[in-house]
């Protein structure tokens, strides 16, 4: 049997206004977005954004090409070729350098194995997380991209589609 205050409810919509009363107050709170072009939001320390080979603080390369990242990759995204450079090396080098290092970005499933494996920290995550493109072109990188970030990467990414 119904109460009397539930067919009070009822007849004067009490949930309903109730409802709009809630709606209303958020309606003039403060705003919690951001205008994202203009504004960027920081992301976390521990964001996966997109691959990058690193150098030391001289400029050299810190990738040996062990090929470690290659071997624990669950999803086969790397094609890593590697030689010793010629001519006497100045002290302190690494033995070999990589003359090839193909990432397949579509097949990347950015589980962080190839990051935690490699000896000498030269593969890492970037912040970047801008990665929307044209075409499928971009989505083999090649050595030399793998050290592109910010701007130069969104121009790599786009192809050119920006005025």
């Not at 109460?3 to 009490?14: D, G, I, N, S, V």
């Not at 603080?57 to 590697?82: H, M, T, V, W, Y």
């Not at 490699?118 to 593969?123: E, N």
């Amino acid at each position: 049997m119904k109460t009397p205050q539930e067919y009070f409810r009822k007849l004067f919509l009490l949930d309903i206004l109730q409802g709009l009363l809630i709606t209303l107050r958020h309606y003039f709170s403060k705003k919690v977005t951001i205008p994202y072009p203009e504004k960027v939001k920081p992301v976390p320390p521990r964001f996966k954004g997109t691959l990058r080979l690193f150098r030391d603080d001289r400029g050299e390369p810190l990738c040996i090409a062990c090929k470690a990242c290659q071997r624990a990759c669950p999803c086969n995204c790397f094609d890593i070729e590697g030689a010793r450079p010629e001519g006497p090396r100045p002290e302190g080098s690494r033995v070999m350098r990589p003359t090839k290092f193909d990432w397949k970005l579509d097949r990347c499933a950015f589980c962080a194995l190839c990051v935690e494996v490699c000896p000498t920290s030269a593969i890492r995550f970037s912040p970047e997380f801008r990665m929307s493109l044209i075409g499928k072109g971009p989505l083999l990188v090649h050595l030399p991209e793998m050290y592109l970030e910010g701007e130069a990467l969104q121009e790599y990414l786009c192809g050119g589609c920006r005025p």
